[in-house]
């Protein structure tokens, strides 16, 4: 499996961006998937993640409300749209998958096999 994260820059507080991660070399709907984040000086911390269907979603507490995850199955692609962005969402962010069967998300890190290489998200007036 190869993941490659894309979207990452600067943007001003209050601003929007959204990250891209395209899957590749298995079959995509078999996976879920996670967005991470690693913050400067803190370490790596669950964002989201999303069931292999789509159809269910969660969410780190303080993203609730201002990020959403998705994912098109046909394009082997997940999204991370990040709305309302604060400074203290600057940092790296990796998306992640894991072969799951029935519903079962994982929000842990040590719940995923594979990651991304990380694109930098700076929110900075």
């Known amino acids: 499996v190869q993941l490659q994260a894309s979207g990452g820059g600067l943007v001003q507080p209050g601003g929007s961006l959204r990250l891209s991660c395209t899957f590749s070399?298995?079959?995509?709907?078999?996976?879920?998937m996670g967005w991470f984040r690693r913050a400067p000086g803190k370490e790596r911390e669950f964002v989201g993640a999303i069931s292999r269907s789509g159809g269910s979603t969660y969410y780190e507490d303080s993203v609730k409300g201002r990020f959403t995850i998705s994912r098109d199955n046909v394009k082997n692609t997940v999204y991370l749209q990040m709305d309302s962005l604060k400074s203290e969402d600057t940092a790296v962010y990796y998306c992640?998958?894991?072969?799951?069967?029935?519903?079962?998300?994982?929000?842990?890190?040590?719940?995923?096999?594979?990651w991304g290489q990380g694109t930098l998200v700076t929110v900075s007036s």
């Open positions: 992640a998958a894991k072969r799951t069967i029935l519903t079962h998300v994982p929000t842990i890190e040590g719940g995923y096999d594979y």
């Open positions: 070399g298995r079959t995509f709907n078999n996976y879920s």
